[in-house]
């Protein structure tokens, strides 16, 4: 069983190079239809600049290259995985995408375990309870979540929390410059991640919530499920024993695709709390043209997909024996 | 008298000046004792992406680099040169060479010591290089000779008395020959991690979070700076950078990041204030730019017309809640004291039956109104710098339509418009704003000079307005070393323009800082926030 997960593994992530390929061409070429380069921006920034500095610039970014010779040599670096340097933070493309991968990762992976976790219960109890007081209350709270503005939630729990009880920072991944040391920090971290997390929540939790009792529902009006409830089996073992594993698959469906876009992270929250993340570096050098940097986040993106819907494939077969990896994949795609 | 310092032979014992200046400066406070220590969080954006303003000048590259590097001179609030890294200077008959006697014991941050030959080797060949105004500060530098470590005299093909005004840490910064030279600068590590002799020293830059500064033990000035550390926060939404300040996690937020109107806001709270002042020697003029060379704007006529029709004293209190004041002309007010600036024989365009004259003109220019009251219509692209610039516009639109002008809004990211207006000239009017600097020559000329018409070059002569009587008055006011010749020569250069109108100035903006009350004595200098915060202090 395992020698056959990792071979189909193996499979799957040969099928996804040359996607990865063309999705690092196509990008190569999109980025490059908007208007304006980097050395505009950056004369622009400057408020003024001379015919000389703006040549300077040209040729320190490769862009006074024909677009042929750049997209060569942009290949031949991918290749060897080699993202590149971004002239205008004078740094290479890796290590600012890697010093601000964690920061993304802490809160979209808190982001996720929250919502999934809450949307998983909201959505049965909504789904137990259907047509019922509580029932009602879940919908409304969900589709309401759903419908409201990230940056306002944002925006709302900053003045709540931060301004007028003071009991969370209004921004910021860290007390800058407090050394507090080891378990301090992490402490500190932390606190300063609540707002982010749940602003970020809230929407995802809506999603999940929403999904679960739908298909609950469903799954509730299943066959096998008249047939354990005929077999006189009690309900609360009904629903958890017969329901939720089965009605749970499409939630994971679903936060898989949304594990794909973490690397992009939430260019609103990130930049309501002033979180260091990548989804805001990639808007960033997105208003800046600062190409090499955009591709990279781009590329990695693209790699986390192809990986992250692999496993997804691979986790169906844990959560549901019956999903059989060989031959041809139930979900192909 | 702005040149007096030119026009004299000798000008040193002011080594002290640096207390005269201090002394000098307004401030509410002034009276108490300042406290060492504490750390001063100030918010600025959007981040830089340097932070060696000798390779650049924009404006958040220049409020972090200029509290490590020092210039040669600082300026009074008159915009009168006091001493920094020279502590005297003198100016030939001739005006083509000026000696600057540089202050002696002075270390680099890594503790070498700073000699005549950084200072030849930063002028020459780095800011006169790389930053976007040198040639306009430095240009008609010849060569610079080093007779000794302390000395250095400036040969210049002309007389150039601007260079005097363009010699702060914000304009000319002085860099560390030892770790430049020979170097590709903009891929020097050191561009990023920076080495100067001012009054703090760069420790860490976390990309996306903050730049952190520590106070230089070694700094010349004694006893300063009193502050241990300055930070730099970027954080990327303006409803947050408010936040932050009235929680008190963020002690000063510069200019443009936040909103005018919550800048009023946050002012009445009881541990907020607005730090008047600080921007005198950037003479920042808000304006519409006009295409002068493509029809219907190209007719002197209209551009007056719309001119007329545009209500500044509505744009300064409503758009921009009263941080500037209505700009007349060209040149910015804060050049009065020096002599430079006049509204003596200009043509105003605030008179009281503007509109009246508005018609009239544009009836004139041969644009009669339609059935439907409107002449013609223009496409007004705002300068993609926040909500604000948008509601202008709005406003634009709405003035205008009353003398039967239709105006169609465009709304662009940065890049593009940046690239179809400014390069492009694929444009009728523009709003944008520009620095005056502390002398006219060096921020004001580049905006009506014929010889800055580029498209290469962004934000320069985007107009192209071309006269070759303000040509001449340009150029004559370059090497001019009469003071009062050289103020005459800009009194004509304000007539001529506000008669031709090639852009509409509409108001001279007042660039001030939101800060937290226990910040002491923020604005000492014409730079304000973008000096060397060196005076400025903690009460706690």
């Given amino acids: 069983m395992w020698q056959a997960r990792l071979s189909y593994l193996l499979r799957r992530f040969a099928h996804g190079l040359p996607i990865v390929l063309a999705i690092v061409v196509v990008n190569f070429f999109l980025v490059r239809l908007a208007p304006g380069d980097a050395a505009t921006v950056l004369a622009g920034e400057a408020g003024a600049a001379t015919a000389q500095y703006m040549e300077q610039i040209r040729a320190q970014f490769g862009l006074d290259q024909p677009l042929y010779v750049q997209f060569l040599s942009y290949m031949k670096n991918i290749l060897v995985f080699d993202m590149g340097y971004s002239f205008r933070h004078g740094r290479t493309v890796a290590s600012l995408i890697f010093e601000r991968l964690w920061a993304t990762l802490l809160l979209m992976g808190t982001a996720m375990a929250i919502s999934t976790g809450i949307g998983v219960l909201l959505g049965a109890l909504a789904a137990r309870y259907d047509r019922k007081p509580l029932g009602f209350a879940i919908v409304l709270f969900a589709i309401v979540s759903y419908a409201t503005p990230l940056f306002w939630v944002g925006l709302m729990l900053i003045i709540v929390f931060a301004l007028n009880l003071g009991w969370f920072p209004t921004s910021g991944i860290a007390t800058i410059g407090a050394d507090t040391g080891g378990l301090g920090h992490v402490l500190d971290v932390a606190h300063h991640l609540v707002l982010p997390a749940l602003t970020l929540s809230f929407f995802y939790m809506a999603l999940y919530t929403r999904l679960m009792r739908a298909s609950m529902l469903e799954t509730l009006r299943m066959d096998f499920v008249t047939t354990a409830r005929a077999k006189g089996v009690a309900e609360g073992r009904v629903v958890r024993r017969h329901v939720l594993r089965n009605a749970i698959l499409p939630v994971l469906t679903m936060a898989g695709v949304q594990v794909s876009g973490m690397l992009g992270g939430s260019v609103i929250v990130e930049s309501v709390f002033g979180w260091p993340g990548l989804g805001l570096l990639a808007f960033e050098s997105l208003a800046a043209r600062d190409l090499n940097l955009l591709l990279g986040i781009f590329f990695l993106s693209s790699l986390l997909v192809v990986a992250t819907n692999a496993l997804i494939d691979l986790a169906y077969t844990l959560v549901d024996p019956r999903i059989e990896l060989a031959g041809r994949s139930k979900r192909n795609d | ?540």
């Fill in chain 2, 1 to 540: 008298m702005a040149l007096r310092i030119l026009t004299r032979r000798s000008w040193l014992g002011l080594t002290g000046a640096a207390a005269v200046a201090l002394l000098a400066a307004p401030g509410v406070h002034a009276a108490e004792t300042p406290k060492h220590g504490g750390t001063l969080i100030i918010t600025t954006t959007p981040e830089p992406s340097l932070i060696t303003n000798a390779l650049s000048s924009a404006p958040t590259t220049a409020e972090v680099a200029t509290k490590i590097f020092d210039g040669l001179l600082e300026y009074d609030m008159d915009l009168e040169p006091v001493p920094s890294l020279a502590t005297g200077w003198e100016v030939s008959d001739d005006g083509k060479a000026v000696t600057f006697h540089l202050r002696e014991g002075v270390r680099w941050h890594d503790g070498k010591p700073f000699t005549s030959a950084d200072v030849q080797f930063s002028l020459l060949q780095v800011v006169k290089e790389y930053h976007p105004r040198g040639p306009g500060n430095l240009g008609p530098i010849a060569a610079i000779d080093t007779p000794d470590e302390h000395t250095v005299v400036v040969r210049l093909v002309h007389p150039y008395p601007p260079m005097m005004k363009g010699l702060s840490s914000l304009e000319a910064p002085i860099v560390p020959r030892h770790i430049y030279e020979g170097t590709d600068y903009r891929n020097n590590p050191a561009v990023n991690e920076p080495v100067g002799t001012g009054p703090f020293r760069f420790v860490s830059w976390e990309k996306g979070n903050y730049i952190e500064l520590a106070r230089n033990e070694d700094y010349w000035r004694e006893g300063r700076p009193y502050l241990d550390r300055l930070i730099f926060r970027f954080i990327a939404d303006s409803a947050t950078r408010a936040a932050a300040i009235e929680s008190g996690e963020v002690h000063v937020a510069t200019f443009g990041t936040i909103n005018p109107v919550e800048m009023r806001r946050l002012e009445g709270l009881d541990h907020v204030e607005i730090a008047a002042g600080g921007y005198e020697a950037l003479a920042p003029v808000m304006l519409l730019e006009l295409n002068n060379k493509q029809p219907p704007l190209d007719d002197k006529r209209v551009r007056q017309a719309i001119a007329y029709a545009l209500d500044r004293d509505f744009i300064v209190d409503n758009i921009w809640y009263g941080f500037g004041k209505p700009a007349v002309g060209p040149i910015s007010s804060v050049h009065e004291g020096a002599g430079l600036y006049t509204e003596e024989g200009i043509r105003r365009y605030d008179v009281e039956d503007r509109i009246e004259r508005a018609n009239a003109l544009l009836d004139e220019a041969g644009h009669p109104r339609g059935s439907d009251g409107m002449r013609f219509t223009i496409v007004h692209d705002p300068a993609p710098f926040g909500e604000d610039w948008r509601r202008m516009g709005e406003y634009i639109k709405q003035a205008l339509k009353r003398v039967g002008i239709g105006v169609e809004i465009r709304n662009r990211d940065y890049p593009t418009y940046v690239r179809q207006v400014h390069n492009e000239y694929d444009f009728n009017m523009t709003s944008s704003w520009y620095v005056g600097m502390a002398d006219p020559t060096l921020g004001v000329q580049r905006q009506y000079w014929s010889k800055n018409i580029n498209a290469d070059v962004a934000f320069n002569n985007t107009a192209r307005y071309s006269n070759p009587e303000a040509d001449r008055l340009w150029e004559a006011a370059q090497v001019e070393m009469d003071p009062a010749k050289r103020a005459t020569l800009f009194h004509d250069l304000q007539r001529i323009l506000t008669e031709d109108s090639p852009n509409i100035w509409l108001m001279e903006m007042g660039l001030v800082a939101v800060q937290n009350s226990k910040v002491e004595d923020l604005i000492t200098s014409p730079l304000g926030v973008r000096g060397g915060l060196y005076d400025t202090w903690l009460d706690q």
